[in-house]
């Protein structure tokens, strides 16, 4: 059937059609259409919404985020008929009979949730099918093809091509602030995409734009690297493995982390950037992704192997990930952490060790350092000021002000300040509950909203000095995360019991 | 957050924000808020899309499935707030990581579910999870009570209160237009709920709708049954089991039905009508869900267990899938061959065979006739005129015209007749494929439109003979038909090729 267009300002993936159109075409809402835009050629696969009054016969509603891909304008024509069912179904259910995927029906699902052929809830029954009959190394490598292919890639000329990951799970983690500057001053270069925060309180990603823009084509990437070494920006507009992006998306609500899934997803990005040596980050403990030394280590084996299959030399670093890396989370006072110890603050030392470990590791792997000596030159090249430079230099390729200092960067305005209520010991940190009440206080989306930690764990504290700030850029922000604070009590101090009811808790 | 209502014409559940306000709020594009209608007292979560410029700030648009349930006019104000994630993706999680649903667990999700407070993928975890690790007896005794919790009920006060269920999977399966009025017929009650169609060429409901109104409460359903012994109503419009038709609707795109499911879909809506007996007819056959015996037992034994633990008395019959039931496909040419055989038309033989075996089964159960002898009480009904006679009762309880004939019910102008490219036996029929060809058609939308099959299986036919005729309500879905009838091939007659290209293939 052919209809006229109307494009609809919703920002979501889509098509709204009169009813009697959409039963003329045999459709019922959450039906899926095919719609051919015969000017550009291009044709997409829609899913449908119906009203009897906001369209009228002849015309059909498109919203956003299909037109992004469909690109027709407002008065033009296209074909429009109920869309065949999607292949990829059939091999979804195959796995979910216990089946394994081969690695033309990966690439199939995979471009088909490109194309966005595949609904939400399709989606899920893939993401689910793979998490409860796990990936083997085989589907891994397969999946991990199969993003890089659907999306764009860097051909870099020069070698090695250096890249670090994170897999996350533990608050405050800005590392890549001091691992980039360090590894490109070393005279590497290191194409970093990271992410937005969609659980946590700043992504890297999140974190790099408070002092620069951070959304770049992968040329752009290719090209900011080839100049400085270096650059810091967020893979989602980059259009690299862009699958995986919408597979996040969809295990969030369920907290989904199958290691495969991670492995590959990890994986895919690097391999796409064109990275040779590839340091990662696997912090252990409770409350993180990765609870005990022994998954830690199985996880790194399937990292290492995956990367041997692909042309990949990956190490992995095992760190200790049961406390907040540094004292600050939430993107201005992680950035301002970080700016502080580039401008040559020796501390927090934790943040510092971890940092140059990772970039140590890496420089050791290029060859730049002797086994055994990486940490130290790393180091070198942060003190000498060095990272700090390079860090300018990434700031302005970026766009930001290169001259930018911690000084300049101010969390929010509201606060409020924790304190003990007893003598005691820190004994723990809660890390899912830290980021839920950074997240309570806006972040990420209010930049300067956050937590900083006064007190280290293991630290003694006497009753009423200050264990953690919390900001927030909003007051009511502020109120509902000091409510949610009495609740979770992210930080415990000795002795106090951890079982009493929520109405006589008391905070650390 | 304080927003103005608007209310928005489109079919589904769903509230449009305007994106700052949903920034403020704290939500993104598919998160979930709460809304509060404090006048009603009614608090519903719905998901969110965003728009710049439909709605203004201060305005919530509220789709139509949402205020269903919300129940706001225009211009009254909500609270909105971001929505607690739902305890039941936690429990969803367990079941993906190999646990068990307890009793409490089920009901706390389908409750959600009935709630809308779960999303489509969010429900779809839930499916795919119970499908890949299975539900045990206990899981699908639980789940069970719980659709039939969350629901209505009927409460009769006479008994024993009869009903049957087909578990589909083959094509013409009209027999509920036999054995209810037979059973009606012989003093019982019988008020059968049945689907629409959602894979199907026409599902009891859509049927019964040519010929009379199928929506009704649970209450109506109640009073006509005490009224005339029985009705054949659609049970997505009378709120019973309301969590099944969801889980359904979101199990078709991947055609998953585990059995457990499946019993439990089942069994909620007999215990939800006070069934005391039930006749399960489980057809067998490839290219049904139940395609051998000794699944078809296994099954079986479930529905018996479950139906024991809910206090109800089961008998299934296995029943032969392989072929159509009778000869027609397709809502207004299945009533009408229904209504022939009610008229005192001998045949198809097949059909009427297969209703008084299932109807006496139920007579059996019920006392009115002794063990062996049902099958033959129930032809007595039939060729008396007293299932006539009862169904005309039926359909006046349910506002039809009573006096309906048979010829007065016309397939389709638009038909086109296969015929026999060769001379041979007739040796298969397609069940999926004959499926797929009424629904192509126009099947179940269009009533006019399906399939009417002169030959039978291994009856023999003569080049030029017609095989079968598709009928359409319109030329382009006729069209669309033949088309596909070329390539599906629903009808082989013996010694054809079987792996031609689709080309070269001839109609069989």
Redesign the interface.
Known sequence: MRLGVKL?????RGV?LN?ADA?SI?VL??DRVQILNDVQGVSVAAFV??????IPLGIIGVYQKTNERLAVSEGETVEVRDAD?PLS?DI??KK?N?GKFSKEETYTIISDIVRDDL???????Y???S???SLDLDEVEHLTRAMVETGERLTFHTHPIVDKHSIGGVPGNKISFLVVPIIAASGLKIPKTSSRAITGAGGTADLMEVIAPVEFSASEVQQMTMKVGGCIVWGGATNIAPADDRII??EY????DAPGQMVASVMAKKLAVGADLVVIDIPVGRNTKVPSLQEGRRLARDFIEIGDRLGIKVECALTYGESPVGRAIGPNLEIKEALQILEGGGEPHSLIQKSTSIAGIALEMAGKAPRGNGEKMAKDVLTSGKALAKMREIIAVQGGNPNVRSDEIVPGSHEFVVKAQSDGYVIDFNNRSLISLARTA?AP?DRGAGILLHAKKGTRVNVGEPIFTIYAERAWRLQKAIEEGRRLMPVLVEGMLLDRVPAEMRWG
Do not use: H
Not at 119 to 125: D, F, I, N, T
Not at 253 to 256: A, D, F, G, T
């Open positions: 609809i300002d919703i920002g979501k709204l009813r039963r045999g809402d959450g919404d119906t009203t009897t009054t906001l069912r179904l979804i259910k979910m216990g609904s939400p809830a399709e989606m899920m029954a993401i689910t099918a998490y409860v009959n998306i969809q609500p369920l907290r989904i806006g989306q």
